[in-house]
T-cell receptor
Framework: DAEITQSPRHKITETGRQVTLACHQT?????MFWYRQDLGHGLRLIHY???????NKGEVSDGYSVSRSNTEDLPLTLESAASSQTSVYFC???????????FGAGTRLSVL | SQQGEEDPQALSIQEGENATMNCSYK?????LQWYRQNSGRGLVHLIL?????REKHSGRLRVTLDTSKKSSSLLITASRAADTASYFC???????????????FGKGTKLSVIP
């Protein structure tokens, strides 16, 4: 069965370190998304991609970057982790921009 | 800049009762979706209703859409303890200009079903 997997599931890092969260999908979807989920804010879009070599900024993109070198993967990089980036991160993919999104199980990141 | 907002924020009911959650949004939409999130898990799609539909059913779920009021409701009938989760509505929103839509999610309704 097709799926979307995130790794690691839990990560603890220190302020200032570079961190990369992985997202891999086998749906063969062109569209992929990264969200962060915080209490009181719901899900907020960080970056999204419509296909290989395409990336776009979302609502809260400062301090984050993504790259899309193939259809299956959209890694999220925190260039210099900050305590404000402590959150739960979700990756998702979809066939169409406004259509159903399929989510990974999430990565809980703590920046100390 | 969230497009949709769920109401209530939290809801606690007894098993067997019906649960109703509401969603209000701000701009015209092509569709509205509902998702469920169990504690510690990712979101799971429940149902999509298009702007030309007024009501849609899926098992024990019933979703209504009123585009004139910019609102939707999710009804879960005969609730079970396993329905305990957070429920989110999602609507398309143009973050970066016309023609480029992404889903925006509300903050969710936390439903507790007491056995």
């Amino acid at each position: 069965d097709a799926e979307i997997t995130q790794s690691p599931r839990h990560k603890i890092t220190e302020t200032g370190r570079q961190v990369t969260l992985a997202c891999h999908q086998t749906w063969n979807h062109n569209n992929m998304f990264w969200y962060r989920q915080d209490l009181g804010h719901g899900l907020r879009l960080i970056h999204y991609s419509y296909g290989v070599q395409d990336t776009n900024k979302g609502e809260v993109s400062d301090g984050y970057s993504v790259s899309r070198s193939n259809t299956e993967d959209l890694p999220l990089t925190l260039e210099s982790a900050a305590s404000s980036q402590t959150s739960v991160y979700f990756c998702a993919s979809s066939v169409s921009l406004e259509g159903i999104q399929y989510f990974g199980a999430g990565t809980r990141l703590s920046v100390l | 800049s969230q497009q949709g907002e769920e109401d209530p924020q939290a809801l606690s009911i007894q098993e067997g009762e019906n649960a109703t959650m509401n969603c209000s949004y701000k701009t015209s939409i092509n569709n509205l979706q509902w998702y469920r999130q169990n504690s510690g898990r990712g979101l799971v799609h429940l149902i999509l209703i298009r702007s030309n539909e007024r009501e849609k059913h899926s098992g024990r779920l019933r979703v209504t859409l009123d585009t004139s009021k910019k609102s939707s409701s999710l009804l879960i009938t005969a609730s079970r303890a396993a329905d305990t989760a957070s429920y989110f509505c999602a609507t398309p929103y143009a973050y970066s200009g016309a023609g480029s839509y992404q889903l925006t999610f509300g903050k969710g309704t936390k439903l507790s079903v007491i056995p």
